[in-house]
């Protein structure tokens, strides 16, 4: 391998120590890092939704933005632009969440799962394969949101940055606050919402992945289209790193443990789990780039990245309140009491945001 690829990979073991680190540290098991349930636990803790047990101001997302802006910046590489097919691409960040919310867990946690033993995540990560590989088939068909135009001002490009920035500073500033008071943070006392690393660690480590993951331009779902278009592995080895370095740490630690159950954060309905992240791998192909690239594009000053983010934000809210996101697993005493999974509601979104995102794949194809 060149250097690069070699650099990649290092970042990618760097990456899944961190994930695991964090667990150690009190996030939830197999959540280190899971770009979709961050979100939707920010969605929460701002009041867009009120499912009591995902709900926290989660340091690592704020750390991503703000350690890409950093990065983007030292290189030289901030540029605000923008205003290609946006309420579209609003749209599909939407069904984005919701088909990483119907498996719980975006592609980087499809990963770390796997790392840690879940046989549920293997599943998943076929579908994911498959929905990138039908958001190829629409790139060959010439499918195109359009060009994103660069502003004569970088005044854009620092919005989504500057509101992470203040969801930093009210973090700081009481990070406990009266849920009867009515706001402005809600914080889970029970539930994954309620596990959380120290905040200093925590936004540490989202500062570093940041930093790292624009550097080597991180994505899966991308990593998976090139290797389908053009035979190059260069961003695989990224995604082979962070399983490399999560499974290490994890058999270290005596976090990993084989099977499709009991497992933390899963269920074990395979069409769902599968059909999920299916959805995620289509409409992250179609956005060049999956949730975790998305946050790193918006801290370069990408807007229509952070168009993509705010959408998964209000897509985490419909999710819990329209009662689309699955349940997980329950177990008593070592013992499965409850299976989890998408309900009726989950299942009907799921298709549907199958059938409107691939219908967005014909509208907008080039002549």
């Known amino acids: 391998m060149d250097r690069t690829k070699w650099f990649v990979l290092s970042v990618g073991l760097i990456i899944g120590a961190i994930a695991v680190a964090l667990v150690k540290l009190g996030n939830p098991p197999n959540m280190g890092f899971c770009i979709a349930c961050f979100e939707r636990d920010i969605a929460g803790a701002i009041g867009l939704h009120r499912a009591g047990v995902v709900q926290y101001m989660r340091p690592e997302i704020i750390g991503m933005v703000l350690g890409a802006l950093l990065a983007s910046l030292f290189a030289g590489e901030f540029k605000s632009r923008g205003g290609s097919a946006t309420l579209v691409r609003f749209i599909l960040g939407v069904f984005m969440m919701i088909g990483a919310l119907v498996f719980l867990g975006c592609p980087l946690r499809d990963v770390l799962r796997m790392a840690g033993g879940d046989y549920n995540a293997v599943v998943a990560f076929i579908g994911f394969v498959f929905g990138v590989g039908t958001g190829v088939f629409f790139l060959k068909r010439g499918f195109n949101l359009g060009r994103a135009e660069y502003s004569h001002s970088q005044a854009g490009g620092f919005v989504l940055p500057l509101i992470m920035a203040f969801f930093l500073f009210i973090l700081l500033k009481a990070t406990v606050f009266n849920p009867d008071a009515g706001g402005p943070l809600f914080f889970s006392a029970e539930g994954p919402g309620s596990m959380f690393a120290p905040l200093a660690f925590s936004l540490g480590a989202g500062l570093l992945v940041g930093i790292l993951a624009q550097r080597v331009r991180l994505c899966l779902s991308g990593g998976i289209r090139d290797f389908m278009l053009i035979r190059d592995n260069t961003l695989l080895l990224g995604f082979i790193g962070i399983f490399v370095g999560a499974l290490l740490l994890n058999i270290a630690f005596g976090f990993f443990k084989t099977g499709f159950a009991p497992q933390p954060v899963a269920h074990t309905m395979h069409l769902w789990n599968f059909l999920g992240l299916y959805l995620v791998g289509l409409t992250a192909t179609l956005l060049g780039g999956c949730p975790l690239r998305q946050l790193i594009l918006s801290g370069e000053g990408d807007t229509d990245a952070a168009t993509v983010v705010v959408g998964m934000i209000v897509g985490a809210a ?33 298709i549907v945001g199958i059938v409107v995102v691939a219908a967005i794949g014909f509208a907008f194809q080039e002549d």
């Open 318 to 350: 419909i999710c819990h309140n329209f009662m689309f996101a699955s349940g997980a697993m329950k177990v008593a005493d070592g013992v499965v009491a409850s299976s989890g999974g998408p309900g009726i509601y989950g299942q009907i979104a799921c």
